[in-house]
């Protein structure tokens, strides 16, 4: 596994160097749906330290089994959260991408007040939970994430709530092998992001980050300014 882990690295150097970019600015996060604890701890040990999890109860899951060997890697929620699971997930995650509307992101802000010591950023000496808005950059139905003429506004919620630090955007590309279309719906997302830091409201300066790129189109996202990328496959194998 640590040699897929550094292979994938080096997959994410050479995407930044062709594009004049230092890798250094792009972060590896592993996505860890489905993976068994051993797995995922094996990751850690390769020197992977950011972990994001699609569903929550395996997130919670995970983040228990993690804190038992005293491991402390940023572990993030990049699915869809329904609201009756933010307290479950607020115990746990780091970080949550996918804030995609009003309602959701009320409720997160509301709940870490509510929460206070007993969320995980309050148990690790933080004042505000790392965010970031998912944007469905294709129009597809099936996919969450606000309109991208939704982002400014949403962005500006989520910038005058004390408890929330708004770092960037997240999108899931399109799903086609066609190269150009896949740049265009990142591209896009670059855009929004500075449209949003440009919009001079509270709290949206620092947007900076855009988490886009999977395993079959890393390349695509850092050409397009990815910030980070989100890999499973790559790492662990396919997933039955
Ligand atoms: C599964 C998943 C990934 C990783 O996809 P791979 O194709 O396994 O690299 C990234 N982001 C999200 C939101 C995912 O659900």
Not at 152 to 173: F, H, P, Y
Request: hydrophobic content about 40%.
């Amino acid at each position: 596994m640590c040699k897929a882990y550094h292979e994938v690295r080096e997959t994410i150097a050479r995407a930044a160097r062709q594009n004049g970019r230092d890798p250094g600015e792009i972060e590896l996060m592993l996505a860890i749906k489905t993976q068994q604890h051993d797995d995922v701890r094996a990751a850690l040990d390769c020197g992977a330290s950011l972990l994001g999890h699609n569903r929550v109860q395996e997130l919670v899951a995970t983040g228990e089994d993690l804190a038992a060997h005293g491991l402390t890697p940023e572990l993030h929620l990049i699915g869809p959260l329904q609201r009756n699971k933010v307290n479950h997930t607020l115990r746990w995650a780091t970080g949550i991408q996918t804030l995609d509307r009003v309602e959701i992101i009320e409720r997160i802000s509301d709940a870490l007040e509510r929460l206070a010591g007993e969320s995980q950023i309050a148990k690790r000496g933080r004042n505000a939970l790392d965010v970031m808005i998912q944007v469905n950059t294709t129009g597809e139905e099936s996919k969450s994430g606000c309109k991208p003429s939704e982002a400014v506004e949403l962005a500006a919620l989520v910038g005058s709530r004390e408890n929330l630090r708004l770092v960037g955007l997240m999108t899931i590309g399109p799903n086609t092998k066609d190269s150009a279309e896949i740049r265009a719906a990142y591209r896009r997302m670059r855009e929004l992001a500075a449209e949003i830091r440009e919009s001079g409201a509270d709290g949206t300066s620092q947007c900076m980050q855009l988490s886009m790129g999977m395993t079959n189109d890393i390349a695509e996202a850092i050409a397009e300014g990815a910030t980070m990328v989100r890999v499973g496959r790559a790492v662990f194998g396919e997933r039955f």
